[in-house]
Antibody, heavy 121, light 108 residues
Framework: QVQLVDSGGGVVQPGRSLRLSCAAS????????IHWVRQAPGEGLGWVAG????????YYVDSVKGRFTISRDNSKNTVYLQMNSLRAEDTALYYC??????????????WGQGTLVTISS | DIQMTQSPSSLSASVGDRVTITCRAS??????LNWYHQKPGKAPKLLIY???NLQSGVPSRFSGSGSGTDFTLTISSLQPEDFATYYC??????????FGQGTKVEIK
């Protein structure tokens, strides 16, 4: 069965770095884009970044451009989110999600369980 | 960026009620609109894609409609497991796929 496992979250000080991982199983990983979505405590969902199936296209929300880098290793069925220069406003539960694209459009059809990132001095 | 506005922000309903949630886009998004729900402590789950298509495994009491800027999610007969927060998401503005702010469905 399709499974996404998020990991790498933790408590770090402002300005420091963290790397999140999203390990996938149960499907042909190299056929699917993967995105990160975050949810601040008590808030709604916010799209953060995404990467195409072959890693050639990468996308970011404006607030993380230049600070976050998304990458993937298709030999390890894993997507990474390198987060640098972290700010208090990056505090959130981070989910990875698989994108399924068809003639009817794109949707996030499977999600990880989330990994919590807390930025605090 | 395309802004997605849901209404209401919250609602109280009873088991068996018909529930309707609205999502409005700040510009036309064709039918590139998905619906998810999220239960406390859990990841979001896809319910409807491309405005009106039921995701595999999702009960038929869920339905979606609309195109352009105005969309609706309907639950025909609310069940205890449906109490959750519901989000719309536009996938028209590839790849900045914004979500609505959410609608919390609570037990009356």
């Amino acid at each position: 069965q399709v499974q996404l496992v998020d990991s790498g979250g933790g408590v770090v000080q402002p300005g420091r770095s963290l790397r999140l991982s999203c390990a996938a199983s149960g499907f042909i990983f190299s056929n699917y884009g993967i995105h990160w979505v975050r949810q601040a405590p008590g808030e709604g969902l916010g799209w953060v970044a995404g990467i195409s199936s072959d890693g050639s296209n990468k996308y970011y929300v404006d607030s993380v451009k230049g600070r976050f880098t998304i990458s993937r290793d298709n030999s390890k069925n894993t997507v990474y989110l390198q987060m640098n220069s972290l700010r208090a406003e990056d505090t959130a539960l981070y989910y990875c999600a698989r994108t399924f694209t068809s003639a009817l459009g794109t949707r996030f059809d499977y999600w990880g369980q989330g990994t919590l990132v807390t930025i605090s001095s | 960026d395309i802004q997605m506005t849901q209404s209401p922000s919250s609602l109280s309903a009873s088991v068996g009620d018909r529930v309707t949630i609205t999502c409005r886009a700040s510009q036309t998004i064709s039918s590139d609109l998905n619906w998810y729900h999220q239960k406390p402590g859990k990841a979001p789950k896809l319910l409807i894609y491309a405005a009106s298509n039921l995701q595999s495994g999702v009960p038929s009491r869920f339905s979606g409609s609309g195109s352009g800027t105005d969309f609706t999610l309907t639950i025909s007969s609310l069940q205890p497991e449906d109490f959750a927060t519901y989000y719309c998401q536009q996938t028209y503005n590839n790849p900045s796929w914004t979500f609505g702010q959410g609608t919390k469905v609570e037990i009356k």
